[in-house]
């Protein structure tokens, strides 16, 4: 079992910038590709951006060179860097996970979500 856990959200005026964090923690685990999605009220949650474990990056287009993904292998963490924030942007942010256990069978885990609010 591997929990993740969020943090870093809160209230940012439009134009404004917020960094998120993600850890995982658990027994004899090694975290593969990692990503951030996020879920606006009434909307289904979207992908946002995505990391592997050689640390190549992707990102959907709406946050494009705006957002940043980027991770720490050895404390077993992602982070996305959130820059001119939009209140389009407003949602709650989840942190997943795929995971080995030492095999070749992928697991995967959400976090509890950590909300961002972009004010007008």
């Known amino acids: 079992q591997v929990r993740l856990v969020e943090s870093g959200g809160g209230l940012v005026e439009t134009g404004g910038s917020l960094r998120l964090s993600c850890s995982a923690s658990g027994r004899a685990f090694r975290p593969e590709t990692m990503s951030w999605h996020r879920q606006a009220p009434g909307a289904q949650r979207e992908l946002v951006a995505s990391i592997d474990k050689f640390g190549e990056p992707k990102y959907s287009d709406y946050v494009k060179g705006r957002f940043t993904v980027s991770r720490d292998n050895a404390k077993n963490m992602i982070f996305l860097q959130m820059n001119n924030l939009r209140p389009d942007d407003t949602a709650v942010y989840f942190c997943?996970?795929?995971?080995?256990?030492?095999?070749?069978?992928?697991?995967?885990?959400w976090g509890q979500g950590t909300q961002v609010t972009v004010s007008s």
């Open positions: 997943n996970s795929d995971v080995t256990f030492g095999g070749p069978m992928l697991h995967n885990y």
